[in-house]
């Protein structure tokens, strides 16, 4: 997917436009000595951040959330300009990390609050206390979002926040660091690097990093992992996905469709909890593959500004060579393009909506990730078995079950191998609910109470009874 590095091998971080393939903007890489500077700015400000109370966290938090809302329209462009996302989903990012900001600085003290365990001792619990400077390896895709999940819940929690993002969204990683200084927080609380893979490395082992959290690809979740453990570092990892979205026997189709449609189409594809798997019983099949077809047909590929567009440029081209290749081997080995398939003439990075039946594990689409406009359908016996088939994935991200009858329902919630599960409803990640998958997509939580428990000590205490 690309998840992790942004432009591979370039020597500076460099937005590339996706829908005009013009640079945009070029930040040179902080050198190891201006590195060093900023870790140390990071875990000093810790020092003192962790003793703030949780009303004046709250009350700056906020007033970065205000920030956000009163620029909405100039940090969505900045989103659509440098990943191609359409600027009415780059709007509702920034919408929502205000959402997320709010949330937390509403309920962090909740949530962390100390509890009260009964014991043998006159006096026990467990305390929630901060570990330390947090490094967070972010994406290019929710270049926003990725972000503020995981800084607005470790803040509030009284850790700081160390920024390594995509080298192709810098504009993105430079307004973070400077809306937190300008929200009123204290330097140090939000900090980013431009730095390298090699560098990064570095810093998940330094002696100032508490804990690591990574949002990419598989490979890069491996990488991480690794290094972390050699420092026994705390991880958390949400990696790739291939969603099953699953049509049971009793789906209203009138309204599944069209969501069918957004589940795939969201973010120009490149979601990883966006749906790619789309399983339906053969009773409903020829119905769903005619309707989804024609919907995903008519969907407006174009200028991601313009308000008719639906479906925007992928991030880069080798993104959409990368998407072409896995169509192409799977056409070739048989499957059928019920729509879409092949790269348009022109300029910028544009891949169209594509349908693909027929597919068998053999193909590059049967088992592989695909990260842009393309969705597979495959065609299950019955209910058991398109559950069979959703839960034959090495990854576990999320999972969605379309169905009226409330036992369907309740057979893909209990069975469903996934993170989340999600009924009638596009999966989606919002603040009160954690967020987080297993097998090959990663563990640990963000969002909800969880996520903003991962990044701390729970700490035992027992007063004994005297």
Known sequence: MGLWHGN????????????????VVRFDYHDAAEIDRRLDRAHETWQTWRTIPFAQRAMLMTSAAEVLEAELPTVATILTTEMGKTFASAKGEVAKCA????????????????????????????????????LAIMPWNFPLWQVIRFAAPAIMAGNVGVLKHASNVPGTADFLEHLFV????????????FATVEDI????????????????????GRSVAATAGQSLKKTVLELGGADPFVIAPSADLERTVPLAVTARLQNNGQSCIASKRFIVVSSRADEFVDRFTTAMSESV????????TVLGPVVSEAQRDELAGQVADSLAKGATATTGGTVPEGPGFFYPATVLTGVDPSMRAGCEELFGPVAVVLVADDLDHAITIANDSPWGLGASVWAQDDAEQQRGIEQLEAGMV?????????????????????YGRELGAHGIQEFTNVKTFFVAAT
């Open 8 to 23: 591979d091998g370039a020597m500076s971080y460099v937005a590339i436009n996706p829908t005009t393939g013009q640079e």
């Open 99 to 134: 959402l997320a900001m709010r949330y937390y600085a509403e309920h962090a003290e909740r949530y962390l609050a100390t509890e009260q365990i009964p014991s043998s001792a006159a006096r026990s619990g467990v305390r929630y206390e901060p570990l330390g400077p947090v």
């Open 182 to 193: 300008r929200a009123g927080f204290p330097e140090g609380v939000f900090t980013n690097l």
């Open 201 to 220: 490395a570095r810093v998940i082992a330094d002696d100032r990093i508490a804990a690591v959290t990574l949002t990419g690809s598989e490979r890069a």
């Open 301 to 308: 590929m174009g200028d991601p500004f313009d308000p008719a």
């Open 422 to 442: 999600f009924v009638n409803a596009m999966v989606a990640s919002t603040p009160e609910l954690p967020f987080g998958g297993i097998k090959l997509s990663g």
